[in-house]
Every structure is written in structure tokens, then in C-alpha cells.
Nanobody
Framework: QVQLVESGGGLVHSGGSLRLSCAAS????????MSWHRQAPGKERELVAT????????NYADSVKGRFTISRDNVKNTVSLQMNRLQPDDTAVYYC????????WGQGTQVTVSS
């Protein structure tokens, strides 16, 4: 059974930091490109950051470049998103996503940034 379980969300003041984690199981994690997406109320889901299967390359949305860092551990089957200098516009539900032909989504974790 494929599972992607996010954790680490919460409430933080503007300028603060959070670290999201996603624990994967039920598929060969090391073969999948992993990404984080987010969806704010009333908005479409958007791609935040991507990391290749071997961790050798990353890509970020312009809105988070220099503030967010995606990383993965192919031994522990986890992918993380370190979020620094958070802003109220970062408030959203954050989703973990795995893709390699097949596509899997986590259930999401809420991040709320107060001004």
C-alpha cells in the first residue's frame, strides 16, 4: 500500500521557520522524483520545489527561491522541505508528491504564517 505521510506543519510568525517531512512507503522511493506542492484557500495547487530521484538536482518556484530547501534521504525514504523567512503568503496546505509514470500524493499538512 502506497503511503506518503507529511508532518511538521503548524503556526509560525512571519520571518520564522518550519521543516516539513514526508515519509514514503509502499513503492521504490529512490526511483521517484519527489516534489512539494501547496494550495492556499481559493487558489490552485502550485509546485513549490522538486528534487530528482538521486537528489542531484533541485528546482524551486521563484516565490520561494533562497528561502526554501528541498532534500531527500533515500535510505530513510523521506523528503523534507526546510522553509525559512516564512511570509503570510506562504500560508497553505503543503502536499508531498511522488512521480515516475505513476503519481502519488500525500494528504497534506497545514502551514499558517501570521503577520
Amino acid at each position: 500500500q502506497v503511503q506518503l505521510v507529511e508532518s511538521g506543519g503548524g503556526l509560525v510568525h512571519s520571518g520564522g521557520s518550519l521543516r516539513l517531512s514526508c515519509a514514503a512507503s509502499g513503492f521504490t522511493f529512490s526511483l521517484y522524483t519527489m516534489s512539494w506542492h501547496r494550495q492556499a484557500p481559493g487558489k490552485e495547487r502550485e509546485l513549490v520545489a522538486t528534487i530528482t530521484s538521486d537528489g542531484g538536482a533541485t528546482n524551486y518556484a521563484d516565490s520561494v527561491k533562497g528561502r526554501f530547501t528541498i532534500s531527500r534521504d533515500n535510505v530513510k525514504n523521506t523528503v523534507s522541505l526546510q522553509m525559512n523567512r516564512l511570509q503570510p503568503d506562504d500560508t497553505a496546505v503543503y502536499y508531498c508528491h511522488a512521480i515516475r509514470g505513476w503519481s502519488y500524493w500525500g494528504q497534506g499538512t497545514q502551514v499558517t504564517v501570521s503577520s
